[in-house]
């Protein structure tokens, strides 16, 4: 309600709509009047009085002249609706728990208009479109800080363009009490977000986000751009040998960080005269340059991995040695009189290798090993498993049924 209260773009469009001569409101902005908050207390006189005459003299004085009955009616309109926001802003600032629905300080529409104008002057170099100008959702919640003096953290997600949030509108019902303790049955505009886990998209949030800045009047868009630019030439830098370059992570907690630092010195200090450099500017262009920013864009050791040698996909396999009784058999026992056959015989289904390709105990799936260590454990031929293809169960192949 402040911005309204302190805003001429908001006095000067209502009284225009409510008839008051141009003339006239000229008038009142060469004598410094021209807002609704200064001609709510401009002179000692309440709206519900019936003697106008204090009324009558300050607009002879303001006017140089005494106004005719039809402008006297609408100057009576105007100062009835100043007064008014003056009451009703007091009122919420008193309020211990104020609307949910009206949270949020508004920026009024002419003002913003006017700003956004006086912007697109000033930065000439940008593009305005609806796809790259903040939300007035975002431009409100730096408002609020503004007039609170309280700084806080607003998340790359939270910071959407006009055209997002137009396409994302929704109300959601809300309840809330009064100042008399009755219920009151309201709604309540969903918080828009936009997405931002890209390099490119996170740049653009962060674009807008100084430009709602700039528009609130909180800092400055050079300032904020400068730092934000610093973020991603650190983050496109070449690193010395052995160490990796700086994450994405690691930009956005540097960036939280600062704004931390700075909420924490800018406590109730938000706020200047129009020929004054801005608080937060100022604590800004220090924290920039402080190591206990800085220190969460230092380039991190490249990890080094130890990866074990890959085996070949067709390694031979190796003939397992036999029990001594295997080793009795004469020249003729592979049935053609020359040497001994090496092949082993496996019943069909089984394997010598499991599916880690580790090999497999023979004398075991008998029951014939002699090694005394617990089954599934490996002992000098290879692991107490079943040779079954597909089963390596920690039991003997003539024990195991394959399915428990």
């Not at 939280?256 to 604590?283: I, N, R, W, Y």
């Not at 800004?284 to 070949?312: C, D, F, I, M």
């Not at 002992?379 to 003997?396: E, F, I, M, V």
Request: net charge positive.
């Amino acid at each position: 309600m402040s911005s309204t209260l302190d805003s001429t773009a908001a006095f000067a469009d209502r009284a225009e709509q409510i008839g008051v001569a141009k003339w006239i409101v000229e008038k009142l902005q060469a004598k410094k009047f021209a807002t609704f908050g200064k001609l709510a207390f401009a002179f000692s006189h309440a709206p519900q009085s019936s003697d106008d005459g204090p009324l009558r003299n300050f607009l002879t004085n303001i006017l140089e002249e005494a106004p005719d009955e039809e402008q006297l009616a609408t100057l009576r309109r105007l100062f009835f609706e100043a007064h008014t926001m003056a009451l009703t802003d007091v009122r919420q600032r008193a309020e211990t728990s104020p609307d949910p629905a009206q949270a949020v300080r508004k920026l009024p529409t002419a003002e913003r208009l006017a700003r956004q104008k006086a912007q697109e002057e000033r930065l000439g170099g940008l593009v305005f479109t609806p796809n790259t100008i903040p939300s007035n959702h975002l431009v409100d919640l730096y408002v609020e800080m503004l007039e609170t003096g309280i700084l806080t953290y607003i998340k790359a997600e939270m910071c959407c363009s006009r055209a997002q949030e137009v396409e994302m509108i929704k109300r959601d019902p809300t309840v809330s009490t009064d100042s008399s303790g009755l219920l009151k049955v309201g709604s309540k505009q969903a918080d828009p977000q936009c997405d931002a886990g890209t390099e490119l998209k996170l740049r653009a949030a962060w674009q807008r986000r100084n430009l709602a800045m700039d528009l609130s009047g909180i800092a400055t868009f050079d300032v904020m751009e400068t730092w934000v630019q610093y973020l991603f030439q650190q983050l496109i830098k070449e690193q010395p040998r052995g160490f990796s370059k700086i994450s994405l992570q690691q930009v956005l907690d540097c960036d939280k960080h600062l704004f931390v630092l700075a909420s924490h010195q800018t406590m109730g200090k938000l706020s200047c005269s129009p020929d004054e450099d801005k608080p937060l500017d100022l604590v800004v262009n220090k924290l920039k340059e402080s190591n206990e920013v800085l220190q969460y864009l230092t380039p991190l050791p490249t990890a080094k991995l130890h990866e074990a040698p890959q085996q070949p996909a067709s390694r031979p396999l190796k003939a397992q040695k036999t029990e001594k009784g295997a080793k009795g058999r004469g020249k003729g026992s592979d049935g053609g009189g020359g040497q001994p056959s090496t092949k082993l015989q496996l019943p069909e289904g089984c394997v010598t290798h499991d599916a880690e390709n580790k090999p497999l105990c023979f004398s075991f799936q008998q029951g014939k090993c002699k090694f005394k260590g617990p089954p599934g454990k490996r002992c000098a031929r290879g692991y107490h498993k079943c040779y079954k293809r597909g089963c390596y169960r920690p039991k003997p192949y003539y024990l195991c049924n394959h399915t428990d």
